[in-house]
């Protein structure tokens, strides 16, 4: 009787897990339905992605200055964010003398502490086949000094360089793996219908440095100007621009400018960037006239002639004496020239300087000085952010140089990522707050549907 008791029991636990394995994957699958319908609304709207990582507690979270015993006491190394879940963070904090907090705030995606570098980029991933699709995108990493701005976005460094090794694969950050991603999509399209240009800027006590470009004495990094064009863009004269082939080509560039970065130590972080660092990929697509079709006999010349002309087509953008040669060229060719057409889509790739409290940085002197421009320039960015927010008819874009260089992926036609950087711990919980207000604020921000850039459709010849 007892051994049917059992059978019976272990049927009904085996029914129950059963039911149990099919709920979860009812649940999964609407859960990614809502996300979908989520996302196109947003598409819908403009509205700013935001997605928050919080990394896990580190060696330097403990208090500067403080026994075990007075850390312990104060709770400083204290976790107090927490990935509720994939979309939820919690923030929960009892101190003495201080009124408790429990409050939750909700992003379109939220990344615990164990989540890894290929995690995070599956998110991202997305938005770069936007990129050839027409679109500008844009990729920012927002938060205090020391939260992992420049790991999430750049990866391991070390001396100032990018560990790109392949056993440092797994730990490659947005910019190197959005550039392999970028370039892999490229590969995938007819040859020489594409080319890519980088461009690597910082803007440093609010003024911008191109650091690519070299002075007359021989010095890289060169101080440019921004300003606003008759379309009501942004744009630096001047500004270097690097044809790149591949991604190793791009990223010796970006670490080339990395090694002008300014950096200096402070109490929360040995290595703390004290600049805004914009690296920014030009994709220009050739596009051909409607009758260029005509032209191709059968597909190897249809090729040839794709990669000749753009080859030609890009010679005569970088050099004006090309108009020689191209005058030289089969009737054939010249004319496929003249019927070409650019698309200019840009990928701008932002780790921005992180917020900080001068009282726990500890900076004085030039460095002080320094945090003084980076906080403002954040606040500038909060400032446009709650005016297009609001509708208001002015949005103060040049009161900083960050958010005038900005201006066409904060308050333009760029599809916005924010990737807000949270350290769990008690020591920088306003900070944290800080963060976590800003990110909300910016996901409530509504621009108007995003739109593509508009280029004429190739008719096959029949």
């Given at each position: 009787l007892s051994n049917w008791f059992l059978l019976v029991f272990q049927i009904k636990a085996f029914d129950l897990e059963q039911s149990l394995q099919e709920v979860t994957e009812r649940y999964e699958k609407e859960k990614q339905k809502r996300k979908a319908l989520h996302n196109s609304l947003v598409e819908l709207r403009g509205n700013i992605r935001v997605h928050c990582r919080i990394r896990p507690l580190l060696p330097f979270d403990d208090a500067a200055g403080l026994s075990v015993s007075e850390d312990r006491q104060r709770n400083f190394s204290e976790k107090v964010a927490y990935a509720a879940d994939d979309e939820t963070i919690l923030v929960k904090c009892t101190r003495p003398g201080h009124a408790s907090i429990n409050k939750t705030f909700q992003f379109e995606r939220v990344y615990n502490d164990l989540e890894s570098q290929d995690a995070v980029f599956a998110d991202v991933a997305p938005l770069l086949t936007s990129l050839l699709d027409g679109y500008n995108v844009c990729i920012m990493a927002y938060g205090q000094t020391g939260s992992g701005k420049t790991y999430t976005m750049l990866g391991p460094q070390l001396e100032g360089n990018l560990a790109f090794s392949m056993e440092e694969e797994s730990e490659l950050g947005i910019i190197p793996r959005a550039t392999q991603e970028v370039f892999r999509l490229i590969s995938e399209k007819p040859p020489g219908s594409y080319w890519v240009e980088v461009s690597v800027v910082e803007v440093y006590n609010n003024e911008i440095f191109d650091l690519l470009a070299k002075d007359s004495y021989g010095v890289f990094g060169v101080k440019r100007d921004v300003v606003t064009t008759r379309e009501g863009k942004s744009d630096v004269p001047s500004l270097t621009h690097e044809t790149v082939e591949n991604a190793s080509e791009f990223l010796h560039l970006v670490n080339k400018g990395l090694q002008l970065r300014v950096r200096h130590p402070t109490l929360v972080h040995a290595h703390s960037s004290r600049s805004h660092l914009v690296v920014t990929l030009t994709i220009t697509t050739v596009v051909f006239g409607d009758n260029f079709g005509t032209l191709w006999e059968d597909e190897q010349t249809s090729q040839r002639l794709n990669k000749e002309t753009s080859c030609t087509f890009q010679q005569k953008m970088r050099?004006?004496?090309?108009?020689?040669?191209?005058?030289?060229?089969?009737?054939?060719?010249?004319?496929?020239?003249?019927?070409?057409?650019?698309?200019?889509t840009r990928l701008q790739l932002v780790d921005l300087a992180g917020s900080e409290c001068v009282g726990m940085s500890g900076v004085t002197g030039a460095a002080l000085r320094e945090t003084s421009f980076i906080n403002r320039s954040l606040s500038a960015l909060a400032d446009v952010l709650g005016a297009i927010a609001e509708q208001r008819a002015h949005v103060p874009y040049r009161n900083s140089k960050l958010t005038h260089l900005l201006q066409d992926s904060v308050g333009g036609d760029a599809k916005l990522l924010v990737m807000l950087c949270i350290s769990p711990g008690q020591k920088y919980l306003t900070e944290s707050m800080q963060s976590l207000g800003f990110g909300s604020r910016a996901r409530q921000v509504q621009r108007g549907q995003v739109k593509k850039k508009n280029y004429p459709v190739l008719s096959k010849a029949k």
């Open positions: 050099d004006s004496k090309s108009t020689s040669s191209s005058r030289a060229s089969s009737p054939v060719q010249l004319e496929a020239t003249e019927k070409m057409k650019q698309v200019k």
